[in-house]
C-alpha cells in the first residue's frame, strides 16, 4: 500500500477523544450509511442495489419481489465514529418508506443493539414500527447477546425459531434461512455455527429441489474475510457443502460494515454496510472497530462498487450503486471487489 494511502488511512482511524465534527455537519455527511440494500429476485435470481435517488423508482421493477437488508445498527453507540445512530438508522427507514415499489420484508443481519440493553432495543422497535414493510426479520449480532446471553433477544425476536434463534420461512418460491453464528464465537472473535445448528440446517435443506433459489443470512460472514479480526465463520465450510446441489445460493452478511463481494461456484456472498458507522477495510489498521473521519473526507474515503459477475456464463448483477455522484466506477468478474468508486 502506498505511504501517502496508509497515512490517509491512519488519520482518520477512530479518536474516541477528538471529534472536530460538528452533529449537524456529521449526519448530512453520514446519511448514506444510514441506508441498506434493496434485492430483488427475478427468476431465483438476485439482484442488489444501495439507496440511491437516481434509482429509487426502478430498484423494484422487473423482479418476483423485492426485500431490503440493513444490518449493525448499534442502537446505544454514542461514540464520535457516529453520535447519533438512531438518526442513520431512521435516514434508512425513510428511504425504505419513499421506494416507489414497497419491498415485501426487511431483513436485519444482526448488531441491533449495542450493550443488548432492553432500553436500546425499545428504541429500535420504536424507529422499525414506522417502516413501511411490516415483515421484519432478524437475527443476531454479537451485540446482542452481551449481557444476558441472548435472552432478551430471543423473547422480542426469537418466537417460533430454534435454538439460540434460527430458523427458516418461504417466500415466492425463494428458501430463506437464518443462521446464528455469534453464540459461542471462537478464538479470535471468530463465528461459529455448532453441532446442533449445522444438523438441524442439514433437515431443513433435506428434500428440496435442486432448482429452489437459497438465500442464507447470517451477522458475521459466511466466508473467511479476514480471520485475525474474527471476520469469517469457523464451519462454515461444512455448512456451505450443504448447498453444493442447489443452482442459485445468495449469502447476506453484516458484521464488517462495509460491501465485500465474491462468487464461489452457484453461491454468491455479500456484507452490508452499517446504519451506523464504518470499520477499517481489513488489514488496514491495527484492529477492527468504529472508525471516525471528517465530515468533508468521508465520501472521499469511503465507497461503494458496481460489481458485475458472471457465473457458469450466465449473469449475475450485483449492483451497490453510489448515493451521491462517481464519476469512475469498478468491476470484477468474479473474485472479490473490496475496492470501490468513492462515492465525492
Known sequence: MPDKKQDLIDQQLQDLNNDGVDRRGFLKCMAWTGTGLVWTMSGGIPVSRAFAKSHDRKAGKGGDFSFVQISDSHIGFSKPANPDVTATLQTAINKINAMADKPDFIIHTGDLSQLSKPSEFDT??????GASAKQIYFVPGEHDMLSDNGDEYLQRYGKGTTGNGWYSF??????F???????NLKAGGMGSLGHEQLEWFEDDLRGRSASTPIVLFAHIPLWTIYPDWGWGTDDSEQALSYVKRFGSVTV??????QIMQKVEGKVSFHTAMSTAFPQPAPGTAPSAGPVKVPADQLQ?????????YVVSGRSLAVVDSPLGDSGSSASWNGGLGAV?????
Open 124 to 129: 429500535l422497535d420504536q424507529v422499525l414500527r
Open 170 to 175: 418461504d417466500h415466492k418460491g425463494v428458501h
Open 177 to 183: 434461512i437464518g443462521l446464528v453464528n455469534v453464540a
Open 252 to 257: 447476506l452478511n453484516g458484521h464488517i460494515h
Open 300 to 308: 472521499r474515503v469511503l465507497g461503494i462498487t458496481d460489481v458485475n
Open 340 to 344: 470501490g468508486s468513492p462515492l465525492g
